[in-house]
């Protein structure tokens, strides 16, 4: 990922060195924010994948790198409050750009993302397909995209 970048954000916007490795969260909290509100069924989801992804970062590592605290603070600043959309839309930028993220990983965010969407609705009762609303579409299509991601191509995930 880009590391130059995220340490000009780090600078802005008091970010921890820790955050460098939540990054795979952002598209996961953008999508719990775009209603404006962060209701208890989007953060349970958002909090199951924190913790399959420190268990995924450690073990790539093959020691601890996130403590349960660096969690539970970026979490305070992310997902309990609503971050600037500035830095949520430079940071996306940065996850967008990213090479390095495996593809299983790539659907992990994706298959989270789309959870969330449909953990919550605006209002009842709602369409047949109104569940996920149309922004929410248009933003995890985009991730598709983003992620090089197509239905016609299969995804390895062994």
Same mark, same amino acid.
């Given at each position: 990922?880009?590391?130059? !970048? ?8 008091? +970010? ?6 939540? +990054? ?21 989801i958002l909090y199951q994948f924190v913790l399959e992804h420190i268990?995924?970062? *450690?073990? %790539? ?13 970026? +979490? *305070? ?18 996850? %967008? ?10 659907? *992990?965010?994706?298959?989270?993302? !789309? ?44």
């Open positions: 990922m880009d590391r130059q !970048l995220f340490e000009q954000l780090a600078r802005e916007f008091d +970010l921890k060195p820790a955050d460098f490795y939540f +990054l795979s969260l952002i598209p996961l909290i953008e999508v719990m924010w775009m209603d404006g509100k962060n209701q208890d069924s989007e953060l349970n268990a995924y970062i *450690d073990h %790539a590592a093959g020691s601890q790198v996130l403590s349960v605290e660096d969690a539970n603070d970026f +979490l *305070d600043r992310f997902a309990l409050h609503k971050p600037p959309q500035k830095l949520l839309t430079e940071l996306h930028n940065i996850v %967008a750009r990213c090479t390095d993220i495996a593809e299983h990983r790539k659907m *992990d965010i994706l298959e989270y993302c !789309l959870d969330i969407s449909a953990a919550c609705v605006i209002h009842y009762p709602y369409g047949i397909r109104e569940r996920v609303q149309q922004y929410e579409k248009k933003f995890l299509l985009k991730l598709f995209t983003e992620f090089n991601i197509s239905p016609q191509k299969p995804v390895d995930f062994l």
